[in-house]
């Protein structure tokens, strides 16, 4: 909705609490691709999205560095086990 006041505009289709974080210029979201996830970039100015990166193995949150040199994201490992033999320890 414009600060002026007016009619709301749809930014995004849809987002969690976790996928996106907003800056002065655009919004970091981050998309589910047919591989995985893409994190991208929506600028505010053109309302263009242009993709950042892929994300692989799932992810569940992300966070970018005020100077936006960096993006800390969680990456989901599938579940997996092994069995370990260890031997010759007291």
Do not use: C, H
């Not at 709301?8 to 289709?13: A, G, K, S």
């Not at 929506?42 to 100077?67: M, N």
Request: net charge neutral.
């Amino acid at each position: 909705m414009p600060v002026a006041g007016g009619e709301e505009t749809q930014v995004l289709p849809s987002v969690t609490r976790w996928n996106y974080a907003i800056m002065d210029d655009g919004v970091y979201f981050v998309t589910r691709t047919g591989r995985g996830f893409a994190m991208e970039f929506l600028r505010f100015a053109t309302g263009k999205t242009e993709v950042i990166a892929p994300i692989r193995d799932g992810y569940f949150g992300f966070s970018v560095s005020p100077d936006r040199k960096r993006i800390l994201y969680t990456q989901g490992i599938p579940l997996s086990s092994e069995l370990v033999l260890a031997e010759g320890f007291r």
